[in-house]
Structures are given as structure tokens and as C-alpha cells.
């Protein structure tokens, strides 16, 4: 238990610092942008439409409609979005040794 207290600790540090320094926001921002980019935003939408029209709009809520999407969304972000990201979060802890 201790071992996990500490990763969620060092998780909240380096949260708190990308939040502190606009690393955070600036990392939403390219995610969203690139999502966009690659056709995902599109995927993900049409995906909606079909489980509101399998279901029926009277039939969907909001939650419903997230946990049935969620697995699909992540699943169909690219590798290669994902790796970019990761990049620019070690880069950005390799700038911020001292957390």
C-alpha cells in the first residue's frame, strides 16, 4: 500500500506542476487538436449517432452514452498521438528534475 501512495503522490506532484507551469493546458490543447487532425472527433460522433439510433434518443442518457463510448474512444486514439504525448511529458519532466 505504501508503494501505491507513493505513485499517486508523485502522479499529484506532477500534475500539480504541469497545471502550475500551463504545461497541462498546453498538452489538452495539442491532444485535442491532433484528435481533430486524424479523423477521431469524426469516428467518435458517428459512433454516438449509431448507439442513439440503436437505442433510441428517449432511451439514451448521458451516462449511457459515455460508458458505451469511452472503450471505443480510447481504443481508436493512434499510437502515434499517444507517443507524442508521452514524449512531451518525459521532455517535460526531464525540464522539471526536481519534482
Known amino acids: 500500500i505504501s508503494e501505491m501512495n507513493k505513485d499517486a503522490q ?4 506532477i500534475n500539480q506542476k504541469l497545471i ?3 504545461e497541462r493546458e498546453r498538452l489538452k490543447e495539442l491532444l485535442r487538436a491532433k484528435l481533430i487532425e ?3 472527433k ?4 458517428a459512433h454516438c449517432k ?3 439510433k440503436e437505442k433510441g ?3 439514451v442518457t448521458v451516462d449511457d452514452l459515455v460508458a458505451e463510448i469511452t472503450p471505443k ?3 481508436l486514439v493512434p ?11 518525459r521532455t517535460f519532466l526531464a525540464q522539471h528534475a526536481s519534482l
Do not use: P
Not at 10 to 13: E, I, L, N, S
Not at 42 to 45: A, I, R, S, V
Not at 79 to 89: N, T
Open 42 to 45: 469524426d469516428q467518435l460522433k
Open 20 to 22: 502550475e507551469t500551463g
Open 10 to 13: 508523485m502522479r499529484a506532484t
Open 57 to 59: 434518443l428517449e432511451h
Open 73 to 75: 474512444g480510447r481504443a
Open 79 to 89: 499510437d502515434s498521438v499517444k507517443k507524442e504525448l508521452l514524449q512531451r511529458i
Open 38 to 40: 486524424c479523423g477521431w
Open 50 to 52: 449509431d448507439v442513439i
